[in-house]
């Protein structure tokens, strides 16, 4: 019963002021490429960097807010947390928050690795994603040049 007091009144409140407005955090990593766990660390957001959009009904009237922990894992299986965040939109509706690997963790060597391997695969996705855009570009129409020459009563056409 007490969930949907709550839930109550977050609608109330998003009622009350308009939509509820957004802050974007792009997360980062050092190197980049660690595994982003959102809610708490629960649940996976994606590869560093990622940009998710966080919605308040506190973020329309410029308000500051608490957000659940975040979690960033490297391929060696180093961590770095933060217990929860406060996001204020009078910083900027887009920020940024950077993890730094911590340097005593071992394995640091893999996870240089994995992040130029990833760094690798974005870049033939991007390639492969303009050569898909020019093949579906239909090729310009073939002009033909003709050239005529009279010999006696006759004409002889040649194209090319």
Not at 50 to 67: E, G, K, Q, S, W
Request: glycine share 6%.
């Amino acid at each position: 019963m007490r969930r949907w007091t709550v839930l109550a009144v977050v609608l109330a409140a998003a009622a009350t002021s308009g939509c509820a407005s957004s802050v974007y955090i792009t997360y980062h990593s050092d190197p980049e490429g660690a595994m982003v766990y959102v809610n708490s660390a629960q649940q996976f957001a994606g590869y560093t960097p990622v940009r998710l959009i966080y919605d308040h009904p506190a973020f329309a009237d410029d308000a500051c807010a608490y957000l659940r922990g975040v979690k960033v894992r490297w391929a060696s299986g180093a961590t770095a947390a933060v217990p929860s965040l406060i996001a204020c939109p009078t910083k900027g509706r887009n920020q940024q928050l950077v993890f730094h690997r911590p340097p005593e963790a071992p394995g640091a060597a893999i996870d240089a690795q994995f992040a130029a391997l990833r760094q690798l695969s974005d870049t033939m996705l991007q390639q492969a994603a303009i050569q898909a855009a020019w093949a579906s570009v239909p090729p310009a129409p073939r002009q033909t040049h003709c050239g005529s020459q009279v010999v006696g009563d006759q004409v002889f056409t040649n194209c090319y």
